[in-house]
């Protein structure tokens, strides 16, 4: 899956966070909700903008962004 086809980040949009295409839903709240214990249906029902392909290409975003190690390290211990 080619994630750039429903992510972009805008300047003009959320100071740039990256975020589904077509919406103000970032990809940062969507991961801070499925942290929280939201299931795929509850994100679902509550942005009816949202659809299973969109959350398929959030985890592919997630994926190329660790293998680019788009990421912070972990402190030892954490």
Same mark, same amino acid.
């Given at each position: 899956?080619?994630?750039?086809?429903?992510?972009?980040?805008?300047?003009?949009?959320?100071?740039?966070?990256?975020?589904?295409?077509?919406?103000?839903?970032? =990809?940062?709240? =969507?991961?801070?909700?499925?942290?929280?214990?939201?299931?795929?249906?509850?994100?679902?029902?509550?942005?009816?903008?949202?659809?299973?392909?969109?959350?398929?290409?959030?985890?592919? #975003?997630?994926?190329?962004?660790?293998?680019?190690?788009?990421? #912070?390290?972990?402190?030892?211990?954490?």
């Amino acid at each position: 899956m080619d994630w750039r086809e429903y992510i972009h980040s805008d300047t003009e949009i959320l100071l740039g966070k990256p975020v589904i295409k077509g919406t103000r839903i970032s =990809i940062e709240l =969507i991961l801070e909700l499925l942290s929280q214990g939201w299931s795929h249906e509850q994100l679902l029902e509550s942005y009816p903008q949202l659809t299973s392909v969109h959350l398929n290409a959030v985890y592919a #975003f997630l994926h190329e962004s660790i293998g680019l190690e788009l990421y #912070f390290p972990l402190p030892k211990g954490a």
